[in-house]
């Protein structure tokens, strides 16, 4: 989700004006956590998962 999209529950406005602490909070949250609301750790242990699922299933095969 995009900023852009958002509204604040405290002050009605988009979050990414940014014109009150909780849109302020909130936007700085979301600029830390990335694309798609993954952090590293979550992208590099999806990573990790897929490779294990792809060598499972290359030894079924095999």
């Known amino acids: ?3 852009d ?3 604040c529950a405290n002050c ?3 979050v ?3 014109r009150c602490p909780v849109c302020r909070a909130n936007r700085a949250r979301m ?11 979550m ?5 990790i ?5 792809m060598a499972l299933l290359a030894a079924q095969s095999a």
């Open 1 to 3: 989700m995009t900023l």
């Open 5 to 7: 999209r958002l509204v």
């Open 12 to 14: 009605a406005a988009p």
């Open 16 to 18: 990414s004006e940014g």
């Open 31 to 41: 600029e830390q956590e990335g694309p798609g609301g993954l952090n590293p750790v």
């Open 43 to 47: 992208l590099v242990t999806l990573l």
């Open 49 to 53: 998962l897929l490779i294990g699922t």
